[in-house]
Each structure stands twice: as structure tokens, then as C-alpha cells.
């Protein structure tokens, strides 16, 4: 099955980053990205987790050259937050399909997406959709597993940056 996908993006200068345990309710995620943009830094992917007994953990990946940014707000960012921890991640690299309108409308690519990964020994630590994308984040060590795993199952070359 042909898959809809136009092209692939791949972005191995980003950071994860996790709070941990913040609370959840409306604002919250607000104010972090409010105060991140002040210090001129973009998230590129947000991912947030279930909620329990009133607390999340949220996701997200900033370019590596806006680390220091956040790290410089650390306390200020947890105590808004009210979270546990922070965790920093500089191992992990940005995948973004592209397939236009065609994506949301056909069923199973996402899932095909996944099954050459995984075959590939690539393992998904974050998945983030819309109506045109799909992005995940992988081990940036494993970047030329999936690339290679890509092109020999759907033909497509993933651009962008392939070295940190």
C-alpha cells in the first residue's frame, strides 16, 4: 500500500524535556509556554500525559540551542508548575511525516509508520498527530536505522539535519 506521505523531516538538535508530576488544571500549560516564549524559546513538540489524582506530566522538545534557557528558569519553572522534577533528555532526534490533506483521511499509516520502526529495532518515545503530520521522537543513536528502514520500505529520503 502506497502510503500518502510527502516527506520526511528529521531534526536530531532538539532536547526532551519532561516535567514532572505538575498540576493539572487550566493555565498551567499556559504559563509555561508563556514564560518560555518570553526567553525566545519555541517548543517543536508537546506531548501531555493522563492525569491522576490532580497531577500530568507534560513533554516537550525545545532545540538544543534553547537549553539553556530553560535551564536557566528551572526553579522558577517548577515552582509555577508545581512540579516534582525536570528531565532533560539530549539523546533523542525529531521525526515529522508530511502527507497533506491525505494523511487524516486514510487509515493504517500511522500503523505502517510504526511497524517499519519496529522492525527496524526502533523504538517510539513520543507520538504527537494532526491532520497533516505525524511526529515521534526516537534515540538519536538510532536515526540511521530508521532512516535506512524508511527508504527501503516506502522510498521516501527524510531531509533535515542528520548530525548534531
Do not use: C, H
Given at each position: 500500500?502506497?502510503?500518502?506521505?510527502?516527506?520526511?523531516?528529521?531534526?536530531?538538535?532538539?532536547?526532551?524535556?519532561?516535567?514532572?508530576?505538575?498540576?493539572?488544571?487550566?493555565?498551567?500549560?499556559?504559563?509555561?509556554?508563556?514564560?518560555?516564549?518570553?526567553e525566545?524559546?519555541?517548543?517543536?513538540?508537546?506531548?501531555?500525559?493522563?492525569?491522576?489524582?490532580?497531577?500530568?506530566?507534560?513533554?516537550?522538545?525545545?532545540l538544543?540551542s534553547?537549553?539553556?534557557?530553560?535551564?536557566?528558569?528551572?526553579?522558577?519553572?517548577?515552582?509555577?508548575?508545581?512540579?516534582?522534577?525536570?528531565?532533560v533528555d539530549?539523546?533523542v532526534?525529531l521525526?515529522?511525516?508530511?502527507?497533506?490533506k491525505?494523511?487524516?483521511?486514510?487509515p493504517?499509516?500511522?500503523?505502517?509508520?510504526?511497524?517499519?520502526?519496529?522492525?527496524a529495532?526502533?523504538?517510539?518515545?513520543?507520538?504527537s498527530?494532526?491532520?497533516?503530520?505525524?511526529?515521534?521522537?526516537?534515540?538519536?543513536?538510532?536515526?540511521?536505522?530508521a532512516?535506512?528502514?524508511?527508504?527501503?520500505?516506502l522510498?521516501?529520503?527524510?531531509e533535515?539535519?542528520?548530525?548534531?
Amino acid at each position: 500500500m502506497a502510503l500518502p506521505l510527502e516527506e520526511v523531516w528529521v531534526n536530531r538538535s532538539v532536547v526532551k524535556i519532561i516535567l514532572k508530576s505538575i498540576k493539572d488544571k487550566p493555565g498551567v500549560a499556559a504559563q509555561l509556554f508563556e514564560i518560555l516564549a518570553n526567553e525566545g524559546v519555541n517548543a517543536e513538540l508537546i506531548v501531555q500525559g493522563p492525569s491522576s489524582k490532580g497531577r500530568t506530566d507534560l513533554a516537550f522538545l525545545v532545540l538544543e540551542s534553547q537549553l539553556p534557557k530553560i535551564l536557566e528558569k528551572q526553579e522558577e519553572i517548577l515552582e509555577m508548575v508545581d512540579g516534582r522534577d525536570i528531565s532533560v533528555d539530549k539523546k533523542v532526534a525529531l521525526l515529522v511525516f508530511y502527507g497533506g490533506k491525505e494523511l487524516s483521511k486514510r487509515p493504517g499509516v500511522a500503523a505502517r509508520v510504526f511497524d517499519i520502526l519496529a522492525q527496524a529495532g526502533v523504538n517510539i518515545e513520543m507520538i504527537s498527530t494532526s491532520l497533516e503530520s505525524l511526529s515521534i521522537v526516537i534515540r538519536e543513536n538510532r536515526v540511521d536505522d530508521a532512516i535506512i528502514a524508511l527508504r527501503d520500505n516506502l522510498g521516501i529520503e527524510p531531509e533535515g539535519s542528520y548530525q548534531r
